[in-house]
């Protein structure tokens, strides 16, 4: 067996993070260690630890980064929409105006949540901002 199939091996430890099952569980608003617990206790404020696991979720460092993924977001989705329905149906200004301020704003409440758990969950699965000194 080649020197390179051994270190891989000795490389994945069992107390290793998988980084997509946690933001899955991130982005369902749960605990990214168990998937069980909440993560979050009210709109946007991340609980101190995982009611089921105890898994420490203090350390995160979330700070503007779910707002400018949300944008990005809204942004990329509603664009190409505006867009078409603007040159397609030319509608009344005020009605589009209506449609898509409804639609931004929904979608914009949606995922700002779901992006602050996708960020802890990120944060928690690279081990950054302490969450690697805990299980």
Not at 1 to 27: E, H, V
Not at 66 to 72: K, Q, R, V
Request: positive net charge; charged residues 20%; aromatic residues 10%.
């Amino acid at each position: 067996m080649s020197d390179k199939g051994m270190t891989d091996q000795a490389a994945a430890t069992p107390d290793d993070r998988p980084t997509w099952p946690a933001l899955i569980n991130g982005f369902r608003r749960r605990c990214p260690n168990c998937g069980k617990g909440k993560m979050l206790h009210s709109y946007l404020k991340v609980n101190d630890h995982c009611a089921e696991c105890g898994q420490e979720l203090f350390h995160h460092r979330a700070d503007d980064g779910p707002a400018y993924l949300t944008i990005l977001l809204v942004g990329h989705l509603m664009a190409p929409g505006l867009h078409v329905a603007y040159v397609q149906y030319r509608p009344e200004p005020l009605t589009l105006f209506a449609i898509f301020a409804l639609g931004c704003l929904s979608l914009s409440l949606y995922l700002l949540p779901r992006l602050k758990g996708v960020v802890v969950a990120y944060q928690w699965a690279r081990r950054m901002h302490g969450f690697g000194k805990s299980g």
